[in-house]
């Protein structure tokens, strides 16, 4: 099998469609079905199910993905180990970080990366802790940052730091206090929230919270994206509790207020992040180069 139609036929794959696969690989639509199409004839299988929206892996195709995966991996470790010989560090890391924490570490990470690892690429992409979990599982993120991890076999999960959550109003809003106040649990119970829907890991740690005082949220709107959660509470329909974090990029951080969320005396809501790799894969350097600067990065800019 030729390694470029594996790569070709990796991301029509995973993307869904033959258009976006010649987009991201920069290569033209007609010899990139060409290539896909030799590979299943060679294999004698049909490997994609086309349709007028896109492509889905057939169940031949889908056991070709698992494997084609493994193998591309296993070549960009190669060239990697050999990169690190020459003394560099070459190769692609797909990073994966939740909302909240992209908007204060994006930058910072994609400017360190650049000046420790100038041959490498890095790919970042945002998304749902669950989300993230499976991809990081499959292949198709390399790293992930990731809320609440739990233990999961195959994955290598390891403490990065706490985040802090908070209550988010609309300064514009009547009868609220000033922001900086603290809210306690009680109080949050009664407030409308706009928040995210199950399982959205912030959202099942605040009803977790919230349950220890047998309590539950009083959910106004379930939407799950932080610019359209902020987006509605300043429209008011409601409160919200998210990272400190998630106003940190944000073009009008004025008309919001924000509010610590106490959980005991002196105890203030947080949610610990964590790392996940595969534990299945051995990570190439330029991956171990990354995990190294988000464990070095995130406790100085969400800390």
């Known amino acids: 099998m030729d390694l470029r139609q594996l790569e070709y036929f990796v991301n029509v794959a995973e993307l869904g469609s033959f258009s976006r696969a010649a987009l991201a690989l920069d290569v033209a639509q007609p010899a990139l079905s060409r290539q896909v199409r030799l590979l299943e004839v060679e294999l004698r299988q049909n490997l994609l199910q086309r349709h007028g929206r896109g492509a889905v892996p057939t169940e031949a195709g889908q056991v070709l993905l698992e494997h084609a995966r493994g193998i591309l991996h296993q070549v960009g470790r190669a060239r990697d180990e050999l990169a690190r010989l020459r003394g560099g560090l070459t190769g692609r890391v797909a990073v994966g970080l939740p909302p909240s924490v992209a908007r204060a ?88 929230l706009v928040i995210p829907s199950r399982p959205n890991a912030i959202r099942m740690h605040v009803e977790h919270q919230l349950a220890s005082i047998g309590a539950q949220p009083v959910v106004a709107l379930e939407i799950d994206g932080v610019a359209a959660i902020l987006d509605l509470v300043a429209d008011g329909a409601g409160c919200a509790v998210l990272s400190r974090h998630a106003l940190a990029a944000g073009a009008r951080p004025a008309i919001f207020q924000l509010r610590p969320i106490e959980i005991g005396p002196g105890q203030r809501l947080q949610i610990p992040l964590f790392t996940a790799a595969s534990a299945l894969r051995p990570g190439t350097g330029a991956q171990r180069a990354v995990l190294a600067l988000l464990h070095e990065l995130t406790p100085h800019y969400l800390g």
């Not at 650049?114 to 979990?133: C, F, K």
């Not at 390399?142 to 290598?156: K, M, T």
């Not at 609309?170 to 009680?186: D, I, K, N, W």
């Open 105 to 192: 570490l994006a930058v910072p990470l994609v400017r360190a990366f650049g000046r420790q690892l100038p041959e490498a690429h890095l790919s970042i992409a945002e998304a749902l802790s669950t989300n993230m979990q499976e991809q990081v599982a499959s292949g198709r993120l390399d790293i992930a940052v990731l809320y609440n991890a739990r233990p999961v076999p195959g994955l290598e999960i390891a403490p990065l730091a706490m985040d802090e959550l908070v209550l988010v109003q609309s300064a514009r809003a009547p009868r609220h206090a000033p922001s900086g106040t603290p809210v306690g649990l009680p109080e949050l119970a009664r407030l409308p």
